[in-house]
């Protein structure tokens, strides 16, 4: 069984920066895909990004493709996505969640779940 944590959220004026970090247990890092989804209120869970377990295939949701990145660190069972260029719709709580493929775009498609960090980008 894998959980996750995350945290590293916080409040940024648009256009600035953040970055998420999301830590792993229970199982070896490297038998899992790893994901980022974001909730706004009102909205529906939504798939932000993803990294296959071995790293070599990583997929971005269009709105936050060349403005964030994902990345892993298996030296120290963490997961990251540094977020740039920061736009007040980036605004939601952000959920890192362990599954089994990174192609996978479902929130349903994903086990394991953090808490949530909320993000709050100001115009």
């Known amino acids: 069984q894998v959980e996750v944590e995350d945290s590293g959220g916080g409040l940024v004026q648009a256009g600035g920066s953040l970055k998420l970090s999301c830590s792993a247990s229970g199982r070896s890092f490297r038998t899992f895909a790893m994901a980022w989804f974001r909730q706004a209120p009102g909205r529906e869970r939504e798939f932000v990004a993803s990294?296959?377990?071995?790293?070599?295939?990583?997929y971005y949701a269009d709105s936050v493709e060349g403005r964030f990145t994902i990345s892993r660190d298996h030296t120290k069972n963490m997961m990251y996505l540094q977020m740039n260029s920061l736009k007040p719709d980036d605004t939601a709580v952000y959920y890192c969640?362990?599954?089994?493929?990174?192609?996978?775009?479902?929130?349903?498609?994903?086990?394991?779940w953090g808490q949530g960090t909320q993000v709050t980008v100001s115009s």
């Open positions: 990294i296959s377990a071995n790293d070599m295939s990583i």
């Open positions: 969640a362990a599954g089994e493929w990174a192609s996978l775009r479902g929130a349903h498609d994903y086990y394991s």
